[in-house]
């Protein structure tokens, strides 16, 4: 092959390979404890700390795992244990107009701290679960799927909206809304997200869980329960249906 052949090959290669072999990654996990499966089309790899995650992958834990994932626009998702966590798409830009997070939460729970997307347009940071769409206008929330699929979201930062086919609510710093089917609204509830949470092994202890705090023991406007979830009653929350 010539000089000016191989230029040529290698120019087409280049062109014509798939773009998720030249894209960045989408975030790093920060740490991983207990079984956690990474998996990436047809592929699966044990969850580990320093592992490279791209859009599309999954993240699957176990009853006794657990995982914090921090993305390329500063944003966070700790992953609860027996949990699913899709990451559909992703795209750091940092353009509004071509920025996107979109999630979804296929069981157990999670708590997200969001990042620069969000920030920068909050219209394109989205979760999804079986039922309801959580969008956010502010920076911190959790999600909580029930086995028998009620999911139940709480604000802790600012203010997020928790949506159905019905329509949306909207929720503030400590305020909470429980999702029973995608057809029903959002109703408000006195009743924190129950997520069961496993011992950390002494290897990682709270300092080394990241700038996020995975398992906080206390939301941000003083409601306390078991990790900060639990069954806390909030006061001036007695139910009832918002449109906004």
Do not use: H
């Amino acid at each position: 092959m010539t000089p000016s052949s191989t230029t040529r090959w290698l120019l087409t290669w280049v062109l014509l390979a798939p773009a998720a072999a030249w894209a960045a990654p989408a975030g790093v996990m920060q740490f991983a404890a207990g079984p956690v499966q990474v998996q990436r089309g047809q592929d699966a790899q044990p969850g580990r700390k320093g592992l490279e995650l791209q859009a599309q992958d999954i993240v699957s834990t176990g009853a006794q795992g657990q995982a914090q994932i921090r993305f390329s626009d500063g944003g966070l998702v700790a992953v609860y244990a027996n949990s699913e966590f899709a990451l559909a798409s992703y795209a750091d830009t940092g353009e509004p107009t071509s920025d996107q997070f979109a999630a979804k939460l296929l069981s157990g729970g999670l708590r997200a701290i969001t990042g620069l997307i969000g920030k920068r347009d909050p219209k394109n940071y989205k979760i999804t679960t079986p039922t309801a769409v959580v969008g956010i206008r502010g920076s911190a929330f959790r999600i909580a799927i029930a086995p028998n699929g009620v999911v139940t979201v709480a604000g802790e930062q600012d203010s997020i909206e928790v949506c159905t086919d019905a329509g949306c609510v909207g929720l503030r710093a400590g305020e909470v809304a429980q999702v029973d089917g995608s057809s029903g609204w959002p109703l408000r509830s006195n009743t924190l997200p129950e997520v069961p949470q496993p011992s950390l092994p002494p290897s990682y202890e709270a300092r080394e869980l990241g700038e996020m705090g995975v398992f906080p023991t206390q939301l941000t406007n003083g409601v306390s329960g078991q990790n900060g979830f639990g069954s806390s009653a909030i006061p001036g929350q007695e139910g009832g249906v918002s449109g906004g």
